[in-house]
């Protein structure tokens, strides 16, 4: 039943609003006769020892208990600390954690997503390296170490070897970090036996560094196997890294190749 609804209570000192609850009937007024320690019931009663009473209003009514308990949640969070409630209310899986707005946190800022991810073969990386170990890596120039750092876990990159085609497809399982501080399993990526030692070059240097993230790939081939469609409108980029998001024929064509459901992935 629609009988629920959402109130405040408001310091007539400084108008401040120290406390949202729910409840349906009288419940809005019941904290008027607490007694007890909380942060909220000395605050009522100190209002009243000024011979002033709290203001109480209802700010959303006619509302189911689980609509009623969404919205309290929502004021919770939004005052957070300013509050003298004791909990913070149901919901509170749904709602970011409060002293987190200076860093992104995944399911609240970003999503897993499907992206493209540009193998850039050459002196400081090899596409052998990658699916042998399980990574793949950028920088050298601080553009191309930003760009990897966009990957989050649990991304799925399709990557593309230029003049060849696409080689693999991969889910993202650690964040891109130095190379010099990554381990495959649990050994140095630089003690490996690499196809490419120069992966190593300004390693020391946190600005042109070769930047590694650690990849499990889903489906994989050799680039003499890349798969490739001429004249198909295929999307390929120059960027590290690109949104797969507006390329549906692209994706479509993945798919059907490596035979891999990306819905089923990016869950």
């Known amino acids: 039943m629609n009988n629920y609804y959402v109130y405040v209570y408001i310091d007539p000192r400084n108008f401040e609003e120290f406390y949202y609850g729910k409840g349906k009937g009288s419940r809005k007024d019941a904290h008027l006769s607490e007694d007890s320690d909380t942060d909220k019931s000395?605050?009522?009663?100190?209002?009243?020892?000024e011979g002033l009473e709290p203001i109480i209003r209802v700010i959303a009514r006619n509302?189911?208990?689980?609509?009623?308990?969404?919205?309290?949640?929502?004021?919770?969070?939004?005052?957070g600390k300013q509050l003298t409630n004791i909990s913070s209310g149901h919901y509170s899986d749904n709602f970011r954690p409060h002293d987190n707005l200076h860093k992104k946190i995944s399911g609240f800022d970003f999503k897993n997503g499907l992206?493209?991810?540009?193998?850039g073969e050459g002196i400081h990386r090899s596409w052998d390296d990658y699916i042998k170990?399980?990574?793949?890596?950028?920088?050298?120039?601080?553009?191309?170490?930003?760009?990897?750092?966009?990957?989050?876990?649990g991304d799925v990159i399709a990557a593309y070897l230029k003049g060849h085609g696409f080689v693999g497809i991969g889910?993202?399982?650690?964040?891109?970090?130095?190379?010099?501080?990554?381990?495959v399993?649990?050994?140095?990526?630089?003690?490996?036996?690499?196809?490419?030692?120069?992966?190593?070059?300004?390693s020391n240097d946190l600005d042109c560094s070769e930047y590694v993230a650690l990849v499990y790939w889903v489906s994989s081939v050799s680039k003499?196997?890349?798969?490739?469609?001429?004249?198909?409108?295929?999307?390929?980029s120059q960027l590290v890294r690109a949104s797969m998001?507006?390329?549906p024929e692209t994706v479509e064509y993945l798919a059907k190749e490596f035979v891999v459901n990306f819905n089923e992935l990016m869950v």
């Open 42 to 49: 000395k605050r009522i009663k100190a209002i009243l020892k």
């Open 63 to 79: 509302l189911s208990e689980h609509d009623a308990l969404l919205v309290e949640k929502t004021l919770l969070w939004k005052l």
């Open 115 to 119: 992206y493209y991810y540009n193998v």
């Open 133 to 153: 170990y399980g990574f793949i890596s950028a920088g050298q120039a601080p553009r191309f170490r930003d760009a990897i750092l966009g990957f989050e876990v």
């Open 171 to 183: 889910q993202i399982t650690h964040k891109a970090q130095p190379v010099r501080n990554v381990l």
């Open 185 to 202: 399993g649990n050994t140095p990526l630089l003690q490996l036996d690499l196809e490419c030692p120069n992966i190593t070059e300004n």
């Open 224 to 236: 003499n196997d890349a798969k490739w469609k001429p004249k198909s409108g295929l999307f390929t």
């Open 245 to 247: 998001d507006a390329q």
